[in-house]
């Protein structure tokens, strides 16, 4: 749990600037009110009623990234991501009762279908898998090949004909029931590694379910037992972010009680967004004592997929296919769960394969939650810088450690035109090909 709230925080940073350049946004602008220092300035005048509310200080808290590099940077970690979350909480209230402000507000299906899409389907499971199911028949029947071929897309904005171009293959409704509630350890004649829950995520089990089947199997290959409740439900990451403190602390409180009737050593998350929100739930309790309790001992269980396999794990023989790879890091996976070099590890012990470092790795590549749907020119300016350090290190394979950077990757090689030589990968996918791959070279 952190030590501060974020307006004990605020108060806290001494303008240093030691984390200037590591700010992506203010990378790209060189303006100081894109970087940490200015937001911490404007959020605590904000804050503190010294100046008003107004659209041009919301807008430029909304560049903010939330990505935490900053935190990381900073010699005295000030929370700059919650001081931002919370100038937004402010601005949010200030909008819905202030009778005069200048701040638009969403249009009004705007705001229906976002607060009914956050409430209502990310936070059900099952609502969730319908959308999966409408999403594979569109991909499946042959609208959407019809629909690029009649050029429907051209009518929608270009982030969202974007979104649609990258949005991976959705396993068909069969391939998506239940995981396994228990997976044992592959090595039958060793003591398993561990006892592990594995976290699916919401978007991630529907958009991701290859990589979440793949990521059970690698966890029993490394020699972990695994367990997967079904209780389980969305960690509440983005209803947080964007300032739906209540439906997080609902949310948390669920997964909570899932995961401690397992008698686990581990909970263990596939994507950097999740696991960072789930290693933070204490925060969300602060004025709770019984919870407070319970969310430290869950948030203590919180292991990123890579980091447990390199610390705990076993991992077989793995090959490559000759190709170059490298690897992009989610921000929340290096600087909130500080998990700064396990997958890029992970991957050099794959014969066969070359790794190679991505320059300037420290920098986010844009994807954020929604952040490239909610401020699509900044992101792709961001993207954009990333692709050119990425075609430096002329790799076949980007590895990714969450579903947004994946996504936001995935965009960067299409938009440069290269689907055909990068291919974009979530690292376990990539570790359990290669393990595939060996496996059954050995057979041969
Ligand atoms: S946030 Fe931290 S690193 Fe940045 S200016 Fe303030 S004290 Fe210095
Ligand atoms: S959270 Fe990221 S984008 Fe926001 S100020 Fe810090 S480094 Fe910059």
């Not at 897309?153 to 949005?167: G, H, N, V």
Request: proline content about 5%; overall charge neutral; charged content about 25%.
């Amino acid at each position: 749990m952190k030590l501060l709230t974020a307006e004990e925080s605020m108060k806290t940073c001494v303008r240093c600037g030691a984390c200037r350049n590591v700010c992506p946004t203010l990378n790209i602008t060189g303006r100081e009110a894109d970087g940490p220092r200015g937001r911490v300035l404007m959020a605590r005048s904000l804050i503190e009623g010294n100046i008003p509310v107004n659209q041009e200080i919301k807008e430029q808290l909304d560049r903010c990234l939330l990505c935490s590099a900053c935190v990381d940077a900073c010699p005295i970690d000030v929370q700059v991501p919650d001081i931002v979350m919370l100038a937004k909480e402010r601005i949010a209230a200030e909008t819905e009762t202030a009778a005069k402000t200048d701040i638009k507000k969403p249009a009004y299906p705007e705001r229906t279908f976002k607060d009914y899409f956050f409430d209502h389907v990310l936070a059900n499971q099952k609502r969730l898998n319908t959308v999966g199911n409408l999403l594979w028949f569109y991909q499946k029947s042959g609208l959407q090949t019809v629909t690029r071929g009649l050029g429907i897309l051209k009518f929608f904005p270009e982030q969202m004909r974007q979104m649609e171009r990258i949005t991976p293959a959705i396993l068909p409704p069969s391939r998506r029931k239940h995981h396994p509630e228990f997976t044992p350890s592959a090595y039958e004649e060793k003591e398993p590694r561990g006892r592990a829950a594995f976290f699916h995520g919401c978007i991630m089990d529907v958009m991701f379910r290859e990589t979440n089947d793949n990521s059970i199997k690698l966890l029993s290959k490394t020699g972990f037992d695994v367990v997967t409740p079904n209780a389980q439900v969305c960690c509440g990451a983005l209803h947080h972010h964007s300032g739906k403190k209540d439906k997080a602390i609902e949310l948390a409180k669920a997964n909570i009680q899932a995961f401690e009737e397992e008698n686990v050593d581990y909970i263990i998350t596939n994507a950097g967004g999740c696991g960072s929100a789930l290693a933070e739930y204490a925060d969300l309790f602060r004025d709770d004592l019984h919870w407070l309790e319970r969310a430290k001992a869950f948030s203590a269980k919180i292991r990123d997929i890579s980091e447990i396999i390199y610390e705990k794990g076993e991992m077989p023989a793995a090959a490559g296919r000759g190709e170059r790879v490298t690897y992009q890091p989610s921000c929340h996976l290096q600087y909130v769960m500080k998990v700064k070099d396990a997958p890029a590890k992970l991957v050099k012990q794959i014969s066969n394969s070359e790794y190679v470092d991505l320059p300037e790795k420290k920098y986010c590549c844009g994807s954020a939650g929604i952040y490239n749907l909610l401020q699509p020119k900044l992101a792709n300016e961001i993207l954009d810088k990333k692709m050119s350090r990425v075609k430096e290190t002329e790799s076949a394979v980007l590895i990714t450690a969450n579903p947004g950077c994946f996504l936001q990757m995935k965009l960067g090689v299409y938009r440069e035109g290269m689907e055909d030589q990068i291919e974009t990968k979530h690292v376990a996918d990539y570790l359990m090909e290669s393990i595939e791959r060996a496996e059954s070279a050995g057979k041969q």
